[in-house]
């Protein structure tokens, strides 16, 4: 890696994501990559709640999840010490692992539409953090992560339809006045960390012939005692299980709204009960 802590953190801080640039070799990239891919091959059951037709890149291809509980090699990832003494940099301290993801997005895959990842985890009190790892370089080409900086101050939207010829997920959080949607760029290596808050998401692959490979992790604060159902059983890092409560369906949403001539956001909506976590 070859920036500090310290300089992370403070990017974490203001921006709500930050890039330790490198955090994994190109040789730990190719093992995870032929990995999944042999995991892919085997035809382990993938996430195809979004995938209704025969021909999407998506059904070849969907995205497995939770695959720690069962995979040596994911579990490694996710509680691996690099990712973690980044995390407790960024966060102040140690948070608890409860979630991991491989997204294969070959050519021609939808993306998967803005959202905040506390909608789905719940975490309270506090929210979650995101160690995305990227397996292939990525860029606006193959459809890289989209983040709108400094979001991660707002509290949980309520979401609106997404566009489901871009997205293989059906809500999206509308981009708030004022804020913009920036790309991540990332080389293999990278690991993109993001707060539960921050709202992103990613585009298709418009790309003929690029995969855009992810191996994505998520965690909850240190201060939590609950997060949804799906994410149980929380693990510290040395892999010994950290009960939690759990988070209830339909927690509070914010709206934008006018009052007295400035938008703001109040806390009037519910989120729906969801079955499949992000
Ligand atoms: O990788 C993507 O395209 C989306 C991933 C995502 O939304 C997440 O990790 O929470």
Redesign the pocket.
């Known amino acids: 890696m070859q920036q500090p802590l310290q300089a992370l953190a403070r990017e974490f801080g203001s921006a709500g994501y930050t890039i330790a640039r490198n955090l994994f070799s190109s040789a730990e990239i190719e093992q995870y990559k032929a990995h999944y891919m042999q995991m892919n091959a085997d035809q382990v059951k993938g996430d195809t709640s979004g995938i209704k037709d025969a021909s999407d890149p998506l059904r070849t291809y969907p995205r497995i999840m939770q695959m720690h509980r069962w995979d040596e090699l994911t579990l490694n990832y996710l509680l691996h010490d690099r990712v973690r003494d980044v995390l407790t940099a960024i966060l102040g301290c140690e948070p608890y692992a409860v979630q991991t993801?491989i997204?294969f997005?070959p050519p021609a895959a939808r993306?998967?539409a803005l959202?905040q990842?506390q909608y789905y985890l719940r975490v309270e009190p506090g929210t979650c953090c995101?160690a995305?790892l990227a397996i292939d370089d990525c860029d606006e080409e193959n459809?890289c992560?989209q983040v709108v900086p400094g979001s991660h101050d707002l509290p949980v939207l309520c979401t609106v339809a997404a566009d489901t010829t871009q997205s293989f997920t059906d809500v999206t959080v509308p981009v708030p006045d004022g804020m913009t949607v920036a790309p991540v760029i990332m080389k293999a290596g990278d690991v993109l960390f993001f707060n539960g808050q921050l709202i992103?998401?990613?585009l298709p692959n418009v790309s003929h012939d690029r995969f855009r490979r992810?191996l994505?992790a998520h965690y909850v604060v240190g201060e939590a005692e609950k997060v949804y159902k799906w994410y149980h059983p929380a693990l510290r890092f040395d892999g010994t299980i950290m009960t939690l409560g759990e988070s209830q369906d339909g927690s509070e949403c914010g709206v934008w709204v006018e009052r007295d001539g400035t938008r703001t956001i109040e806390m009037i909506g519910k989120t729906k009960a969801v079955g499949v976590a992000?």
Do not use: V
């Open positions: 993801m997204y997005k993306g998967q959202h990842d995101a995305w459809g992560l992103h998401g990613s992810s994505i992000q």
